[in-house]
Nanobody, 124 residues
Framework: DVQLQASGGGLVQAGGSLRLSCAAS????????IGWFRQAPGKEREGVAC????????YYKNSLKGRFTISRDNAKNTVYLQMNRLKPEDTAVYYC?????????????????WGQGTLVTVSS
């Protein structure tokens, strides 16, 4: 059974840090690119970051470069999103998705599998 489990969200003050995890099962994890997306109330879902099969190719929303870092541990079937210097505008539900093939995408409709999401709330 295919499953992606997002976890690690919570309430944090502005300037703080969180690490999100996406644990996968039921498919060949290292054959997939993994992306993080987020959706804030009243806004469209947007791509946050993605890491592809090479492990060296990582992509970020431009405004998040330098604050967010994506990584993967294929031995643990897990992808992480380290979020530093958080801002109130980072408040959203964060989702992880799996995309077959070599290349990352910021188009959510191209992803094959999705996790349930985890809520991040940043207070000012």
């Amino acid at each position: 059974d295919v499953q992606l489990q997002a976890s690690g969200g919570g309430l944090v003050q502005a300037g703080g840090s969180l690490r999100l995890s996406c644990a996968a099962s039921g498919f060949t994890f290292d054959d997939y690119a993994i992306g993080w997306f987020r959706q804030a109330p009243g806004k469209e879902r947007e791509g946050v970051a993605c890491i592809d099969r090479s492990l060296d190719s990582q992509y970020y929303k431009n405004s998040l470069k330098g604050r967010f870092t994506i990584s993967r541990d294929n031995a643990k079937n897990t992808v992480y999103l380290q979020m530093n210097r958080l801002k109130p505008e980072d408040t959203a539900v964060y989702y992880c998705g799996a995309l077959s093939g070599w290349l990352c995408s910021d188009h959510d409709y191209e992803y094959d599998y999705w996790g349930q999401g985890t809520l991040v709330t940043v207070s000012s």
